[in-house]
């Protein structure tokens, strides 16, 4: 038999957003649990320089993450990375969050679950995962030492890795099928190395290699010429899907799999939040992921104040 145990707020996710709340949560003596099935931080945990967050010329993503983790403890809120959640239950009082260890039911849940990296949509990217396919380049740059590297996307995320990874390569591709969508500071500071080359309106094909990715096969768009590639290793950064399957039989999710909630962070479910990337809303920044913990924080402390009126 699970062990029951009674939270006042179970967070499910440790990124910004949901560390946020666990700070506001842990301030206002709230009972909270944070769950977090993958990397505390979630992808800003990456980040090598984040030169846009209030109060900071330029932080390192871990070192922030790490700081606002410890804000939270101080606070009370608990933390727990190792314990997977299987099975969610929103729609009764209490809430109910099964793990593999623990049962906990909970008065209110914030999910803050995040997004994850998309797949390379290729064939051969199971075989080459971890074999020269890699999305993480703070995890697996290191390798790549000396080596020829290619960054695959065109977005923020995608030229702040080729930047990072430019201290490791040899020679460096930024592969991307359209235009970029990064930044014009980070566009520039990859277009002044040396060791890059800048291949737009460019496809990736096809992976080759035996046991290990050897090139890629590329197909120019404009001059329409196809091309093998040698390279060592690439780091895909083309987007991100949200963290939402745990929810989809309890709440309406939008087309692209986002939860629809409101500025004030509220769910279809009474006492159930979104926070963060997670939430339906146009702009997703660190700030704003931030700023959605925080208001279902405050929200989720009123919440839970009617819930002790009612009784």
Known sequence: MKEHIHKDVVIIGAGMAGLTAALYCG???LDTLVLENGLIGGQIANAVAIENYPGFVSVNG????????????????VIDEFDEIEKVTLKTTPKIIETQEKIYEADVVIIASGMNRRKLPLPEEKKFAGRGVHYCELC??????????AVMGGGNAAVDAANFLTKYAKKLYLI???????????QRRLRANDKVTIMLQTEIKALRGDKKLAAVEVFDKKTGETKTLAIDGIFVNIGVEPNTKLFKDELNLTANGRIPAGEDCKTEIAGVFAAGDVREKQIRQ????ASDGTTAALLAEKYLAKLKEAK
């Open 27 to 29: 301030r206002m003596n």
């Open 62 to 77: 871990g070192d922030l993450v790490a700081t606002v983790q410890q804000q939270a403890e101080n606070f009370g809120a």
């Open 140 to 149: 697996d740059g290191h390798a790549y030492d000396g080596k020829i590297i």
């Open 176 to 186: 991307h099928r359209s235009e970029f969508r990064a930044d014009e500071v980070s």
């Open 286 to 289: 660190l700030t704003t992921a």
